[in-house]
């Protein structure tokens, strides 16, 4: 879809935060039946940040990043909005993104959360450019943040070797037309896929309350539960027909891109999708060799680093697509304004 309306919307800055523990390989290949070798092989992941101190949460990593996004960007957390967290582990069911404005002391801002994986990021970044072209709000905190860790089944090697906790966050501001950098998206979801990846609840049996008074069934969220194969299979082919589609609706070609930056899942799914779509691997964004799959973090994550390093330049054209549960996939095609 093709943003063309009165206000544009832009990128003003990025942050991000990791946990201070780094598991690598070898330390996994202790736990389950793994090896370096094969999680290079076929993944691309060295290491992972884990979020292990007790006393620390989603929130302290969300925190830190929103701060970081903040001082670069010279504005204070009373100038915020809106805060849309994206999250698919939050500390609390009803919501974390509450918790994100107090700690941030943003206390101007609506807060809420949106779930939807390893997509959340670019959903967010698309409902918060909605919220600014129709004149809602200026200045809105759009945070990717997830801690799956904690719910990765530790003996279960087809996923434990994935996953990462991080979070990463970029300030969504109003500007003029010309300025405008969010160019446009293309959004999906297929949910008849979503059992190929799910923390799924699980119901026990029947439980009676207060002498059969109340008959009721009650439950828990299990661990993560995924079809790489398919889930693989589901991203080559289908992430390139969206930034096929984004593209021819912005009238670019995807050799006229200067940066593909896909959710960190898979160094293979990387490559795959910029052959797919012609794209020279140079162009590719990538540190999941550091950090792992980290979710909805992985994409803010990434921007993050690449601004940090001064990779990205004024008006360079990034192609942007999440992919994960739902099964949910979408691109945003961005030019990078300097400030
Ligand atoms: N170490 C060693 N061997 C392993 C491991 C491991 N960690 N895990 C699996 N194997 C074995 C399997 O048992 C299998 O053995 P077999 O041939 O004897 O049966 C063999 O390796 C091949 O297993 P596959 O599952 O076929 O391996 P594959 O090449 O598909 O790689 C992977 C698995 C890395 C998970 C890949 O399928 C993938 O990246 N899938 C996509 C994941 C993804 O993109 N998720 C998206 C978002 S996440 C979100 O939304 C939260």
């Known amino acids: 879809m093709i943003l063309s309306i009165p206000q544009g919307a832009r990128i003003l800055a990025t942050g991000s935060a990791v946990p201070d523990l780094c598991i690598n390989n070898q330390h996994l290949s202790q736990i389950v039946e793994t090896s370096d070798d094969w999680i290079v092989n076929r993944t691309g992941i060295k290491e992972r940040r884990i979020l292990a101190d007790k006393e620390k949460s989603i929130i302290d990593l969300a925190s830190s990043a929103s701060m970081n996004a903040l001082q670069k960007a010279s504005m204070k957390p009373l100038d915020i909005d809106l805060i849309i967290l994206a999250t698919s582990s939050p500390n ?11 700690s941030i002391g943003a206390h101007k801002a609506i807060a809420f959360d949106l779930t939807a994986a390893c997509s959340g990021f670019v959903l967010a970044i698309v409902t918060a450019t909605q919220f600014i072209q129709n004149g809602s709000y200026n200045n809105i905190l759009v945070v990717g943040a997830d801690v799956l860790s904690k719910w990765i089944n530790w003996t279960d090697r087809s996923t434990c070797i994935l996953f990462g906790d991080a979070a990463g966050a970029a300030i969504v501001q109003s500007c003029s037309q010309e300025d405008n ?8 979801t297929d949910g008849k896929k979503a059992y190929q990846l799910s923390i799924p609840y699980e119901q026990n ?5 207060n002498n059969k008074t109340l008959k009721i069934v009650q439950g828990q969220f299990k661990h993560i539960v995924m079809n790489g ?29 200067h940066w593909l930056l896909l959710h960190q899942a898979n160094e293979r ?11 020279s691997p140079n162009k590719i964004i ?13 994409i803010p994550l990434a921007l993050d680093e690449a601004l940090n390093s001064q990779k990205i330049a004024n008006n360079d054209i990034i192609v942007i697509s999440g992919f994960g549960a739902g099964l949910t996939w979408g691109t945003v095609v961005i030019k990078w304004k300097c400030k």
């Open 181 to 188: 950098g969010i160019l446009g998206f293309q959004l999906n």
């Open 286 to 298: 990538s540190n999941l060799s550091k950090y792992g799959n980290t979710s909805a973090a992985s």
């Open 229 to 257: 194969k398919e889930v693989y299979k589901f991203a080559v082919s289908h992430v390139p027909v969206s930034i096929l589609q984004c593209l021819n609706s912005l009238n670019i070609l995807p050799k006229d891109i």
């Open 92 to 102: 609390d069911l009803f919501g974390s993104a509450g918790q994100l404005q107090a």
């Open 269 to 279: 799914i990387l490559h795959a999708v910029a052959n797919r779509l012609s794209i």
């Open 205 to 209: 049996n029947y439980k009676t309350i």
